[in-house]
């Protein structure tokens, strides 16, 4: 079901276990060769496919959220972003909004890295507000850990792990839309990932 093609009347007949399914990507760089709309044009491919399993027949999918947490990418014309604690409040009313006419199911399917902890935080706090009401399930999923990461599923990739603009997130954009795709992507030479100090964090930029 599709939030945006109901009428209010229809949202408030569903059952309040309805899950209220909400997709949530960024507008940011992505290298010299990739569109800044990539996350929210591969998470948006995720959820369509999504859509076409039964499941999706029970649950209310609400519009995309293409503004992401990208502070981290501001060093990069074109990025568009909301600060942590903007969009950790953003995405926490959005769900407040089905909490406060008793639903008590909410998912968000994550497109973006930088969405993670604000996603997480958000729900963390809202499951805290609430914390008196036990039927309240309160998700947040990001599409690559929920498929296994890249090297799962296509065992040849030179990139073993997860990154941005990276050999994953290029072919599935060659996939989609290959005209967005800019220049000679078997010319790019590999980025090694950093040390990111696993399994602790360590804050950077871009």
């Known amino acids: 079901m599709e939030l945006p093609e109901l009428a209010w009347p229809a949202v408030a007949a569903l059952p309040k276990t309805t899950p209220i399914v ?5 507008l940011e760089q992505h290298g010299k060769h990739m569109p800044v709309f990539t996350d929210s044009l591969l998470c948006g491919e995720v959820m369509r496919r999504v859509k076409l399993t039964p499941v999706a027949a029970k649950c209310l999918f609400a519009p ?16 568009l972003s909301a600060s942590p604690r903007v969009y950790l409040d953003l995405i926490k009313d959005l769900a407040t909004c089905f909490m406060s006419h008793g639903f008590t199911r909410i998912v968000f399917i994550n ?11 958000a729900l963390f706090e809202l499951k805290q507000e609430h914390r008196k009401q036990s039927d309240l ?3 947040s999923l990001t599409y690559w850990d929920a498929c296994g990461g ?3 599923n296509i065992p040849n990739l030179t990139q073993k792990s997860m990154g941005h603009a990276c050999e994953w997130e290029t072919s599935m954009v060659l996939r989609l839309a290959p005209q967005l795709v800019v220049g000679d992507v078997k010319a790019v030479p590999e980025v090694p990932h950093g040390k990111a100090f696993g399994p602790g964090y360590r804050a950077w930029v871009m």
Do not use: C, R
Request: proline letters at 13%; charged letters at 5%.
């Open 111 to 121: 497109g973006h890295g930088g969405n993670i902890v604000p996603s997480q935080q």
């Open 64 to 79: 995309m959220q293409w503004l992401g947490n990208s502070h981290h990418h501001l060093d990069f014309p074109g990025t």
């Open 150 to 152: 890249p090297p799962t």
């Open 22 to 26: 909400f997709p949530i990507a960024a």
């Open 137 to 139: 399930l309160l998700l």
